[in-house]
């Protein structure tokens, strides 16, 4: 039984390596380019193998249905969620590029990674673009505010019955009063990071396949 003392859900801990495994898959063929700088091109290779695995039929695509074989997600609390985040815009279906476009995020932080060209665009695995990908699962709406009521939901979808109603909603309430510094009653992309600012983000939302 979890109390309404336990620690509040703003963490991206039940972020999975969305990948899992897949058999029955052969090597393949160098993946084409350009992609995002922070996967390198062993990675696209592995990813692209991945990638052919995943779409059984051969379409040079991906559905919802496809990305469902990822044991991983299938029983995450949040894997609809991450499952959506590959189709954007109410788009059906996601290409190579966009497929290495979210995975990029799990990227795990390297020493070169701390030492970017301020000119350049901030890579995917940074830390600020890690927190924001697992802020827009929580703000469903795309308003840049978690409210409680969003909050709420993923706490169902988190602890499902083992709590009561009334537990989830207190902690729902807890959870935003303590991030919420301007008192609007919801949670800034802003206040979301100074949150988890202790946080080892960069460990927890790392796959070891994208090294």
Known sequence: MIAPSSRPPLSPAHLPGPLGRVSGARPAASPPTPFPPAVS?????????????LDRNKKGYLSRMDLQQIGALAVNPLGDRIIESFFPNGSQRVDFPGFVRVLAHFRPVEDEDTDQDPKKPEPLNSRRNKLHYAFQLYDLDRDGKISRHEMLQVLRLMVGVQVTEEQLENIADRTVQEADEDGDGAV??????????????EQKMSIRILK
């Open 188 to 201: 800034s992309f802003l206040e979301f990071t100074k949150s988890l600012e202790k946080m080892d983000v």
């Open 41 to 53: 091109q062993a990675s696209l290779v592995r990813l692209h193998h991945r990638f052919q695995a």
